[in-house]
């Protein structure tokens, strides 16, 4: 079983940055895929970016060049480095971990964009 958290959201202006934690509990965190998705108002949940257990990244078209995955296993932690944030960026943003037969997901943290 692992549980996550999710902190960093917030409002912030066109143009601006927020890092995004989520901090994992239970066992074998480094075996688990990472995920950030998130979901605006009226849309369906979309992924944002993976990063594997063997290190591998992938990113939505959409945020390419902007934003930024990374963990530390050692902190059970991932974090979403967001640059040049931009309106369509504001979602609820949610941390998943998954491997082979499960899958786990934090509440979700928000994030505005707006000026």
């Known amino acids: 079983q692992v549980q996550l958290v999710e902190s960093g959201g917030g409002l912030v202006q066109p143009g601006g940055s927020l890092r995004l934690s989520c901090a994992a509990s239970?066992?074998?965190?480094?075996?688990?895929?990472m995920a950030w998705y998130r979901q605006a108002p009226g849309k369906q949940r979309e992924l944002v970016a993976t990063f594997t257990s063997g290190g591998t990244t992938n990113y939505a078209d959409s945020v390419k060049g902007r934003f930024t995955v990374s963990r530390d296993n050692a902190k059970k932690t991932v974090y979403l480095q967001m640059n040049s944030l931009k309106p369509e960026d504001t979602a609820v943003y949610y941390c998943?971990?998954?491997?082979?037969?499960?899958?786990?997901w934090g509440q979700g943290t928000r994030v505005t964009v707006s000026s």
């Open positions: 239970g066992r074998g965190f480094s075996t688990y895929t």
């Open positions: 998943n971990a998954g491997r082979l037969g499960e899958t786990y």
